[in-house]
């Protein structure tokens, strides 16, 4: 699916199924079936442990395809990690973009577009959290 990154609106792709399906399931049990004869040479209840075996398989794959997908590649934005913890959403970012700065093939990408702060509000949010934010000056 094609979208924008929350942080830096960049545009990316990243992948909705978050879980196994019926198309995985069908799968996981054909495999087992081809492995139940490649081993046994008939129909064998041991099958079964293959079948789950696949299935877990199938399941952590998924999961690591589509958690590795949700990360922003320009900005460094984790948006499961920030709705766990904002702080440490926002010190992924702030690596990411020291990284970005410091690394010279970035010399001449597009820059991102990071979201602006008024000195106001910038004061607000110093007065009640303490660090260093993250906006368009870095």
């Known amino acids: 699916m094609n979208c924008y990154c929350a942080f830096c609106k960049s545009p990316r792709r990243i992948y909705r199924k978050r879980n196994i399906n019926l198309i995985n399931v069908i799968a ?12 046994w040479q008939s129909f064998d209840p041991r099958a079964i442990i293959a079948f789950v075996v696949c299935l877990a398989i199938s399941e952590v794959f998924i999961k690591i395809r589509w958690r590795l997908s949700v990360v922003c590649r320009a900005c460094g934005f984790d948006p499961v ?11 992924k970012v702030r690596d990411q973009l020291d990284v970005r700065k410091q690394d010279p093939k970035y010399l001449l990408a597009k820059p991102l577009n990071l979201p602006t702060i008024t ?17 368009r000056s870095i």
């Open 28 to 39: 996981s049990a054909m495999t087992a079936m081809v492995i139940m004869f490649a081993i």
């Open 81 to 91: 990690l920030y709705i766990k913890d904002p702080q440490a959403a926002a010190g």
């Open 119 to 135: 000195p106001q509000k910038a004061e607000a949010l110093q007065s009640k959290a303490k660090g260093k934010l993250v906006s």
